[in-house]
């Protein structure tokens, strides 16, 4: 997959979550989920986490700026969606479906039978986007607990 997503002014582009502007990204998204959930039921992955071998680690970027982020964590024959975070001053300009589709198309291009993903009870802009993009209800998978702050969702490819 191309890293300009041709549906959109942003390049969708393989990053360093160490670089500056992903990490101040991913300091903010990391500081909004732990002022809402309780430290039992936050899964982010930190900083270094995201730097694995398994993780394909992407940017929205609009020139030089830094609008977002997403991960796509290689599992066993599924693909998990992580790290999805829009800068506050771009939300509702598409930056998440551009990376969501980006994802998607690596999880694609690698073989993956499905995407699956956590998220916050109360993160209601998430469920829209991943219910737009084909995503379902699902049950905890991998080493997530039923926690009542989590919401699962998945999508067959």
Known sequence: ???LDTDTPYRIIPADPKGPDATALLSASHALMQSLFPPEDNFFLDIDALCAPDIRFFTAMEGTTCLGTGALALRDGYGEVKSMFVDEAARGRGVADAILRRIEG?????????LKLETGNVLHAAHR?????????????????????????????
Do not use: Q
């Open 129 to 157: 986007l991943y219910a737009r993009h084909g995503f379902t209800p699902g049950g905890p998978f991998g080493d997530y607990p039923n926690s009542p702050s989590s919401i699962f969702m998945e999508k067959a490819l």
């Open 106 to 114: 690596e999880a694609r291009n690698l073989g993956l039978a499905a």
């Open 1 to 3: 997959m191309p890293a």
